[in-house]
């Protein structure tokens, strides 16, 4: 069983910037994706954004990122990251952190969320 476990999460005003680490309880190395997902109330969980693995990490966005979130993992640490700037009120929601062990979402291991909250 994998464990994840994300922080960096609080309330912060519209135009704030928040950073949002995740540490697993193995290497991160065997793993060929990571990635964070957001849930908001009444809303279905979505993909935020995810990163694969080698050299520079292929990563892809959802496209209300607009170019404000970036992803980032550093294996040696066992974590993945993501840097959120010019944080709107729709960004408001509880973010998980994400592993896929296969590539295929077959062996896949979620943390328990960390709450986001922008508002003035």
């Known amino acids: 069983q994998v464990q994840l476990v994300e922080s960096g999460g609080g309330s912060v005003q519209p135009g704030g910037s928040l950073r949002l680490s995740c540490v697993a309880s193995e290497s991160t190395f065997r793993f060929p994706v990571m990635g964070w997902y957001r849930q908001a109330p009444g809303k279905q969980r979505e993909l935020v954004a995810a990163i694969g693995s080698g050299s520079g990490g292929k990563t892809i966005y959802a496209d209300f990122v607009k170019g404000r979130l970036t992803i980032s993992r550093d294996n040696a640490k066992k974590t993945v990251s993501l840097q959120m700037n010019s944080l709107k009120p729709e960004d408001t929601a509880v973010y998980y952190c994400?592993?896929?062990?296969?590539?295929?979402?077959?062996?896949?291991?979620w943390g328990q969320g960390t709450q986001v909250t922008v508002s003035s």
């Open positions: 994400h592993v896929d062990l296969d590539g295929l979402g077959l062996r896949s291991y």
